[in-house]
């Protein structure tokens, strides 16, 4: 690894296996639901994978955020307009979270 290397793209590298879990037969992904800040609604995204301790979204590189699935958008009232239907049962959990928000979660790939 080179000394250019940032922190953030260390933590990157070292959590990026996409981790697949069974559930009942099922298979769900592994990964953290993030919350981006907006102007007038917030983008909430699925990202396969967790965050390491420490780390945030906010400390990935643009060029990591590839892998970044829009699972729903909220309003300027933190309510929801839109919501992917692999993420519909952390609807509760998205809905009136603040911009910059993200936490742990699993959902079931998409069809």
């Not at 990935?60 to 692999?86: C, G, M, S, V, Y």
Request: charged share 25%; net charge positive.
């Amino acid at each position: 690894m080179s000394d250019t290397t940032t922190m953030a793209e260390r933590s990157f590298r070292s959590s990026s296996n996409k981790k697949r879990v069974v559930i009942n037969g099922a298979t769900r992904i592994e990964g953290t639901i993030y919350i981006a800040p907006g102007n007038t609604s917030c983008r909430v995204y699925a990202i396969p994978y967790r965050m390491r301790p420490g780390q945030t979204p906010r400390d990935l590189l643009e060029r990591f955020h590839k892998d970044w699935a829009l699972a729903a958008q909220l309003d300027h009232e933190l309510k929801l307009i839109t919501l992917d239907t692999p993420f519909r049962h952390l609807k509760d959990d998205i809905e009136g979270q603040m911009g910059g928000t993200f936490f742990h979660a699993e959902w079931l790939p998409k069809q």
